[in-house]
């Protein structure tokens, strides 16, 4: 089967064409132009825990629980998270990552396959596509914020995951570091719009170094198609770096990657990519 036939049943949110277009001429030029302490004090008197959650750790794994989670406690939260275009578009990245990793999973030749998540957060993508996998998994969920990791003890023992979920406290920077003798998998889901290109590079040719060959390495790219970036900046203190999945695939494929497959969510802001290691570790 196909790569791309491994996704075609999942169900993933969309904008409606009067959405969009009520986004683009409205919605989206107040959020990118009001005064940036007006946006704040309105979502300071909403008490919106995203806001919080991002002026706290912009970017941290709270703020994405927050929008994977559907009945947020905060009404204004509930607004940002049900109709805002990024908070469905990472809920899209989750289901697309987690099916392409289950599948991925379920191909590794020697179970249970070995998967490293970097930058992974409290785990849910990877417990995701661990318990939809036929075949057994063990994984190393690497993270430089320990907080994520109580959440994320619980988050393995409520889904059965204790036995088969091991948390570093780290930073991917330092990945050479800290990495396990052997992978088949691996996950850097959320995490290379927050690192420079060398940064990237580096992590790629430290994989390199323990992936055998035919083995895959899970990444995405995001675009500024959500329309608000300039509200991500000013208001939340979010400065995520922009990258094409070429532009990925160009810093994976000078480190032994390739035969990249790519796959987009449907409103177009991120692409998670599958690159394969070509070559590879003995
Ligand atoms: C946007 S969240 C993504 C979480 C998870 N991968 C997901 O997609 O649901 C980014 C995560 O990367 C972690 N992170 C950011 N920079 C990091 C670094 N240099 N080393 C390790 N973790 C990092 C943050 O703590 C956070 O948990």
């Avoid at 009404?75 to 940002?80: N, W």
């Avoid at 899970?218 to 900046?233: C, E």
């Amino acid at each position: 089967m196909a790569m791309k036939d491994w996704i075609i049943d999942l169900e993933f949110e969309r904008i409606s064409a009067p959405i969009k277009v009520l986004k683009k001429c409205i919605i989206n030029p107040l959020a990118n132009y009001l005064p940036a302490g007006l946006l704040k004090a309105w979502l300071r008197a909403g008490k919106s825990e995203l806001a919080l959650e991002n002026w706290k750790d912009p970017g941290g794994w709270r703020s994405m629980v927050i929008s994977y989670n559907a009945d947020p406690k905060q009404s204004i939260d509930r607004m940002l998270i049900k109709s805002g275009a990024i908070p469905m578009a990472l809920r899209n990245r989750r289901k697309l990552a987690a099916r392409l990793m289950a599948r991925l999973i379920d191909l590794v030749p020697t179970p249970p396959a070995q998967v490293l998540c970097l930058g992974a957060g409290p785990g849910h993508i990877v417990s995701d596509a661990m318990l939809e996998a036929r075949h057994d998994s063990r994984a190393t969920l690497v993270d430089i914020s320990s907080d994520a990791f109580d959440y994320g003890r619980q988050l393995a023992e409520d889904k059965g995951l204790t036995e088969r979920m091991t948390f570093i406290q780290g930073d991917v920077r330092d990945v050479h570091d800290q990495l396990p003798p052997h992978v088949d998998l691996v996950k850097m889901i959320g995490i290379c719009e927050y690192l420079e290109t060398p940064q990237i590079a580096a992590i790629a040719e430290s994989l390199a170094e323990v992936m055998p060959a035919g083995s895959s390495v899970v990444f995405n790219s995001i675009s500024p198609l959500h329309g608000t970036d300039r509200f991500f900046r000013r208001v939340l203190g979010l400065n995520m770096i922009y990258r094409t999945p070429a532009d990925l695939q160009a810093i994976f494929a000078a480190h032994g990657f390739g035969e990249f497959e790519t796959f987009a969510e449907p409103l177009g802001v991120y692409n998670v990519v599958v690159a394969k290691r070509l070559g590879g570790a003995e």
